[in-house]
């Protein structure tokens, strides 16, 4: 039997979410990859565990949601990656991040360099520039990219906005949320502009095929192809955010690669980010799509 061509690379951290009473597999480019998964999507995890439990329960997770583990590789000298979760009066995720772990340490390959170059999606996340051999991977790995889907995700104290900018430079498709939007804005002298106005300068400025701003409870936004979309989203009881806009982003590459109009990928991008925040963890059991 042939092995089933890759439609989406995603590259950086896979960890534990660590709660109060329970861990979860998660990590935002593991979390994209396991929802394209279930969406039908043939998608591959780019990453790093430790030679311990965790990596071999992350490992064994991974395949049973259908990613491909063939690039998690398995790092002898640092352990798996956790993050400590804890919820302010908002419900709103707070996150600790353990570090040195293993996804700090991806290393590239002639095997892996080949694949991103056959691979028509390639999804990676801010986190793994924090450390330089993950981030000089993916500068590598970048070259030879095709359509490039950047999703932002500042948790301090790991990026600095040059970096992140960098990695717009080369993008072609971005994701972040609305506190990332407008901090980003403040730094680019863009504070007084309305949202429209802010991603509209931009997805210029940066030259980017689209642009999506997830605002929580208030939908969604999307620029591109010169026009600006919204979507007011759904109303729903919050039980945890994490992983939410993940599925988010899931949803909307999937749609692009079937190239659905603007107005169709916010409905049902912003649909799957709401229902995975009525559950408990990144990447809920159940398929809806």
């Given at each position: 039997m042939s092995e089933k061509i890759t439609e989406v690379l995603c590259y950086g951290e896979i960890l534990f979410d660590v709660f109060d009473d329970q861990k979860l597999p998660g990590g935002a480019p593991f979390n994209v990859s396991a929802h394209l998964s279930q969406l039908g999507l043939s998608s591959t995890i780019i990453s790093s565990v430790g030679n311990d439990t965790d990596g071999i329960e992350l490992i064994k997770f991974a395949e049973n949601k259908g990613v491909a583990i063939n690039f998690i590789q398995i790092n002898e000298k640092y352990p798996t990656g956790t993050v400590l979760i804890q919820k302010d009066e908002n419900l709103d995720s707070i996150y600790?991040?353990?570090?040195?772990?293993?996804?700090?340490?991806?290393?590239?390959?002639?095997?892996?360099?080949?694949?991103?170059?056959?691979?028509?999606?390639?999804?990676?996340?801010?986190?793994?520039?924090?450390?330089?051999?993950?981030?000089?991977?993916?500068?590598?790995?970048?070259?030879?990219?095709?359509?490039?889907?950047?999703?932002?995700?500042?948790?301090?104290?790991?990026?600095?906005?040059d970096s992140?900018?960098?990695?717009?430079?080369?993008?072609?498709?971005?994701?972040?949320?609305?506190?990332?939007?407008?901090?980003?804005?403040?730094?680019?002298?863009?504070?007084?502009?309305?949202?429209?106005?802010?991603?509209?300068?931009?997805?210029?400025?940066?030259?980017?095929?689209?642009?999506?701003?997830?605002?929580?409870?208030?939908?969604?936004?999307?620029?591109?192809?010169?026009?600006?979309?919204?979507?007011?989203?759904?109303?729903?009881?919050?039980?945890?955010?994490?992983?939410?806009?993940?599925?988010?982003?899931?949803?909307?590459?999937?749609?692009?690669k079937e190239k659905a109009s603007p107005d169709q990928i916010l409905e049902k991008a912003c649909q799957m980010g709401s229902w995975v925040a009525t559950q408990k963890g990144a990447i809920p059991l159940t398929r809806i799509m």
């Open positions: 600790t991040i353990t570090e040195p772990v293993a996804w700090d340490f991806i290393k590239t390959s002639s095997s892996l360099i080949e694949t991103v170059t056959n691979t028509p999606y390639f999804v990676f996340g801010s986190l793994a520039t924090r450390s330089e051999t993950s981030r000089n991977t993916l500068l590598e790995l970048l070259k030879h990219a095709n359509t490039k889907i950047f999703d932002i995700n500042l948790r301090a104290p790991h990026y600095d906005l992140i900018f960098e990695m717009m430079e080369i993008s072609n498709v971005v994701k972040m949320n609305e506190e990332e939007l407008n901090e980003l804005s403040e730094k680019m002298g863009m504070a007084g502009l309305s949202l429209e106005e802010k991603l509209k300068k931009m997805a210029f400025d940066f030259n980017l095929e689209a642009l999506f701003v997830t605002r929580g409870g208030e939908g969604a936004c999307l620029y591109t192809r010169k026009n600006y979309y919204s979507n007011p989203g759904i109303k729903v009881e919050v039980v945890d955010t994490t992983g939410s806009g993940d599925s988010f982003l899931a949803v909307a590459i999937k749609l692009m």
